[in-house]
C-alpha cells in the first residue's frame, strides 16, 4: 500500500460527532460509534503533524425547522446546550481544534459545515488547500460537507471506514460515496495516511 502523503495544506474535518447521533440518541446512526476508533486515529495523526483538526455540530435552537412538530423529517436532536449535542467523550478532539456550529436558527437547516458557518473563509485563511472528511452521518451531513468542500475549490479525501451512513433507504451510504467520488473526492483508508509526512 502506498502511502498517501499528508502536506502542510492538509486540514481534518470531523463531521458531527453528538451523542445524539451515536446509538442510543435520539437521531443515532447505525454502528456511529464504530467510527470513533479510526477517526481518532486521524485526529493523531493530523495532530502529530501539526495540522488543523475542525470539528462540525449540529447546534439547534428547540423549535429548529427539521423537527418533526416542525413538519421536518427528524426528531428533535443537538439542541443546543444539550448532553445530546455534545461531543462525544471518547472523540478525542485537541484543545486545538476548531468548533465549526452549523443549523443555530429556527428557521435554516444546514447538512453541510459550509452552509452559513465561513468555513470555507476560515480553510482559505489558515492556507488549507486540501480537506479530510469523516464522521456522522455519510449520507447525509458528510456528504453535503463533501460536496461544498469541492465546490469551493477544495480538494477532499473521504475515509470510508470513519463514516456511517442512516441508509433510510438501503444503499443511501454507497451512493453517497459514488456521489462525492463522481464530484473529485478520493476515498482512502486511515493506514493510507499513518506512514504520511508533511
Given at each position: 500500500m502506498t502511502p498517501l502523503h499528508l502536506e502542510a495544506s492538509d486540514a481534518l474535518l470531523v463531521v458531527d460527532m453528538?451523542?445524539?447521533?451515536l446509538p442510543g440518541?435520539?437521531?443515532?446512526v447505525p454502528g456511529g460509534d464504530q467510527v470513533l476508533g479510526p477517526i481518532n486515529r486521524l485526529i493523531k495523526l493530523f495532530g502529530e503533524q501539526g495540522l488543523p483538526v475542525y470539528a462540525s455540530r449540529d447546534w439547534h435552537p428547540g423549535d429548529h425547522c427539521s423537527f418533526a412538530a416542525r413538519g421536518g423529517p427528524w426528531p428533535p436532536h443537538c439542541v443546543a446546550g444539550t448532553r445530546g449535542a455534545a461531543f462525544s467523550d471518547a472523540l478525542r478532539l485537541p484543545p486545538d481544534a476548531i468548533v465549526v456550529s452549523k443549523a443555530e436558527t429556527a428557521d435554516v437547516d444546514a447538512y453541510s459545515?459550509?452552509?452559513?458557518?465561513?468555513?470555507?473563509?476560515?480553510?482559505?485563511?489558515?492556507?488549507?488547500?486540501?480537506?479530510?472528511?469523516c464522521g456522522l452521518a455519510t449520507d447525509y451531513c458528510v456528504l453535503n460537507t463533501a460536496l461544498d468542500a469541492r465546490a469551493n475549490g477544495f480538494d477532499v479525501l473521504v475515509v470510508p471506514q470513519a463514516m456511517?451512513?442512516?441508509?433510510?433507504?438501503?444503499?443511501d451510504g454507497e451512493r453517497a460515496i459514488?456521489?462525492?467520488?463522481?464530484?473529485?473526492?478520493?476515498?482512502?483508508?486511515?493506514?493510507?495516511?499513518?506512514a504520511a509526512s508533511v
Open positions: 453528538q451523542y445524539d447521533f440518541g435520539s437521531l443515532g459545515a459550509f452552509n452559513g458557518t465561513g468555513l470555507a473563509g476560515q480553510l482559505r485563511a489558515r492556507g488549507v488547500r486540501r480537506v479530510a472528511v456511517r451512513a442512516v441508509d433510510v433507504n438501503p444503499g459514488a456521489a462525492m467520488v463522481e464530484r473529485g473526492a478520493l476515498p482512502v483508508q486511515v493506514d493510507e495516511l499513518a
